[in-house]
């Protein structure tokens, strides 16, 4: 990377960023990280435009009301001066991703990062390792004993967004066994009690 690089907790503020990051060219401005969470009424009903402002709205509503909902990263800037959208990671408590299907035995213990973003222009220079990272120091900073992740192998057709078998491994994940035919649950153990 060339730039400096701030990753920070979505918040309210930030929203206008991931917006101007979703919406570019390439983004993934259709789902609003809408795959694994609660669906919401009509986010999949009407034409294309109205799918993804329902979608877009029940993000900035979660964050409104203090969902950890996933990781800005910034290029060029620090401490909030100015830096330019990069990537985005989505991640939280697991019970924030009910569509993941694995059941939550205890609110927080277990947390989940369920997708990456970095635009193509800014792949290949290290955001979603610094994504990932933080990832991990969010959930720990947050008191949960275990992270959770569900990537893909590189040649998978699909899922991809989930980030990579291979990456999640150099971060110290292991293996706990494959979910359908593409993904593979790993499980970073934070040294406490996971309940989930």
Known sequence: MSAPLEILPLAPACMGELAALFEDRGGPRHCWCRVWRAPLAGMNEGPSPTRRAIRKAGLAAEVAAGVHAGLLARAGGTGGAGGAPVGWCSCGPRESFPRLGTPVKAPGAMWSVVCFYVPAARRGQGIGRALLAAAVAAARAA???????????????????MGFVASFAAAGFRPAGPIGRRRHRMILDLGRDAGG
């Open 143 to 161: 008191g949960a004993a275990a992270l959770e992740a569900t990537p893909v192998d590189p040649e998978s057709p699909s899922y991809r967004f």
